[in-house]
């Protein structure tokens, strides 16, 4: 086998590989919503206990990403590939790193500033934002706007807030 049929292997392997995560994800929190395959957006009850879902959403991200990270970091050590493989691993590794961070402290800042959970979703160019209230005001939308231009250099256009409902 030559280098780029190595090259080319690998990255279907790696692909493939985040799709299975995605798809494990996406399977599990299937099976937490119920048989009837919708998803509560309050507390579910489970045993007795209250499981929020705002930390129930953070903490499968974080699991998902750790994961993302690792497949990551696994083309960044490979022997096999190449310099501008590794080179493009890295630059997704710092993004996704870096989006990390803009997720934690825009979250960290609404919990602070306005006293209620919120979940903060970066992709790419959007930012999507779920508030742990039922309605927001239009002086709240604003402000959780701010924070979250202030923190993640996004466009106004580009960033969703959106109440629990």
Do not use: H, W
């Amino acid at each position: 086998m030559n280098g780029k049929n190595k090259k080319a292997l690998l990255l279907c392997g790696l692909f493939l590989a985040v799709i299975a995560a995605g798809y494990a994800n996406y399977a599990i929190t299937a099976k937490k919503a119920g048989d009837d395959g919708s998803k509560k957006v309050s507390a579910e009850i489970q045993d007795g206990e209250t499981v929020d879902v705002f930390a129930s959403f953070k903490n499968d991200r974080e699991s998902s990403r750790a994961s993302e990270l690792s497949y990551i970091e696994s083309v960044v050590s490979s022997a096999e590939a190449d310099e501008a493989t590794k080179s493009k691993a890295q630059e997704q590794k710092l993004a996704m790193v870096a989006n990390m961070e803009s997720e934690l402290l825009s979250e960290g800042i609404i919990e602070t500033k306005m006293g209620v959970s919120a979940v903060v979703a970066i992709s790419g160019d959007s930012v999507s934002v779920v508030v742990d209230k039922e309605v927001l005001s239009e002086a709240e939308v604003t402000q959780i706007a701010e924070i979250i231009r202030t923190q993640t250099n996004k466009a106004s256009e580009n960033i969703k807030i959106m109440p629990k409902a």
